[in-house]
């Protein structure tokens, strides 16, 4: 994990679920054949709506046609991100386009485990609404270590929830290499 992440943020809305993260239409692609894994990035976020609850939110792709990955490479989000099926293929998706963290008021509590076990993303939760605060396309920076994120676009900071104890597996890089570093099952 690294320790200062900073891009583009791309801002969503409240209970953005995971058929709008990648559309059940686009799951057909294999996750093993790199031609094919490739379109997951492409398609990630590719049903979120173009005006959500009145705000601007998702008024830009998040990965532009022609491309497989994303420019923005920080979320932000409202409460119960993540909600709707269990699909593990959200994060995954969210990963392949080059997202690198989402943060958000509140996760769906399997979409957040599914990030953590796969260490798709880095998962952090805020301890305010910023996804009126920030806007897409603005220049943020996040230190995962302090749980700071700043907007140098407008110049504020906010301190993040801390991780705690996922931290050591996302720096392990998922939840199968953490067990196998903490003795907790065979290394390979």
């Known amino acids: ?43 990630a976020m590719s049903g979120v709506p173009a005006v959500d609850q009145g705000l601007p939110f998702g008024n830009r792709p998040f990965t532009d046609p022609d491309r497989y990955e994303s420019r923005y490479t920080l979320i ?48 952090f939760e805020s301890n305010e609404k910023l996804n009126d605060q920030i806007r897409t396309g603005d220049d943020l920076e996040l230190d995962t270590q302090m749980g700071q994120l700043t907007n140098h676009t407008i110049g504020q900071a906010w301190l993040l929830k801390p991780l705690g104890d996922v931290a050591a597996i996302l720096k392990a890089g998922n939840v199968f290499e953490y067990a196998r570093q903490a003795g907790l099952i065979p290394a390979r």
């Open 1 to 43: 994990m690294q320790s200062i992440i900073r891009g583009l943020a791309y801002v969503v809305g409240d209970a953005i679920d995971t058929d709008q993260i990648i559309p059940a239409e686009h799951l057909v692609y294999s996750l093993k054949r790199p031609e094919e894994r490739r379109m997951y990035g492409r398609f």
């Open 76 to 123: 932000v989000a409202g409460r119960n991100f993540g909600c709707g099926s269990s699909r593990e293929h959200a994060p995954f998706a969210l990963a392949e386009a080059g997202a690198q963290v989402v943060i958000a008021e509140s996760y769906a509590r399997i979409f957040y485990r599914n990030t953590i076990d796969g260490g798709f993303v880095i998962p």
